[in-house]
């Protein structure tokens, strides 16, 4: 049996993009512009490079724009994040700090899976 929700599925999984992309681009401000209560980093630098993926990425994510592509690409940030940052700190994620990582690559990652969805610039019927 289908959930009492599951005829708005598709308009569910677009605010699911929407909302993550939109979440994963204010990280990436925060560190390219130091806004949002992020202190910015220099751009020529691992954090810099973290940076630009998330506030690029994010933002396609978001508008569902090159969706697979930016997210497969932000959920292999968030994995990187979480060995090189979080799993040197403690064997689980409850314990490193690393919880976020983790549920952004495999949010990412299922996005990159399905692709735009509904409600994306992807799905925008061509004009001639």
Known sequence: MEGFLGRYAPQL???LRIVAGLLFACHGAQKLFGVLGGQQVPLM????LAGIIEFAAGL????????????FVASGEMAVAYFMAH????ALPIQ??????VLYCFVFLYIA????GTWAIDRA????
């Open 113 to 116: 899976a399905r692709g735009a």
């Open 96 to 101: 490193n700090g690393g919880e976020l990582a």
């Open 13 to 15: 999984y677009a605010l």
């Open 60 to 71: 396609l994510i978001a508008i569902g724009f090159l969706t697979s592509i930016a997210a």
């Open 87 to 90: 799993a040197p700190r403690g």
């Open 45 to 48: 630098g691992m954090m810099g």
């Open 125 to 128: 019927p061509a004009r001639r």
